[in-house]
């Protein structure tokens, strides 16, 4: 992994406590079992472009965002997270999604930076086979729908 993302970014980021130690194997899996991924996802010439840290900066921030989020998430899935009470009007407990908004915006943030997806080199139809009859569907019949 080219960009260091720590346990303690993440417990900033999530406003934890560095001393609070509860959480911190937890962390270190989700790094271990997320990072990889999303840099997998991210076009080589962005992530080994070490020499322009703006560009780094940017790639952590995102990948942080998508982490801590993750971990957010996580969070709100025990038991307990969830509950609240509501009296007249007033909302005490579970807080709203702030985990997903900071996976979407560490995947917009992200997002400039991802491969291109490689097409197929003949798009122009697709061949299905059903009920012992083939069926051509090409681009323009398509667009019908």
């Not at 271990?32 to 560009?55: A, F, G, H, K, V």
């Not at 307990?80 to 995947?107: C, H, N, P, R």
């Amino acid at each position: 992994m080219s960009i260091s993302i720590t346990r303690s970014d993440i417990k900033r980021k999530c406003m934890m406590s560095d001393a609070d130690t509860t959480y911190d194997t937890k962390i270190d899996a989700l790094i271990t079992e997320m990072q990889p991924s999303i840099e997998y996802t991210i076009s080589e010439t962005y992530l080994n472009d070490t020499t322009n840290t703006r560009l780094q900066a940017v790639l952590k921030l995102g990948i942080l965002e998508v982490l801590s989020g993750e971990f957010i998430q996580q969070l709100s899935r025990e038991v307990g997270a969830s509950e609240q009470l509501v009296v007249a009007g007033l909302t005490i407990g579970a807080g709203t999604d702030q985990g997903a908004k900071l996976i979407a915006q560490g995947t917009a943030r992200l997002s400039s930076f991802v491969k291109t997806v490689s097409t197929t080199t003949n798009d122009d139809h697709i061949s299905c086979t059903t009920d012992a009859s083939d069926r051509i569907f090409t681009t323009d019949s398509m667009r019908v729908w």
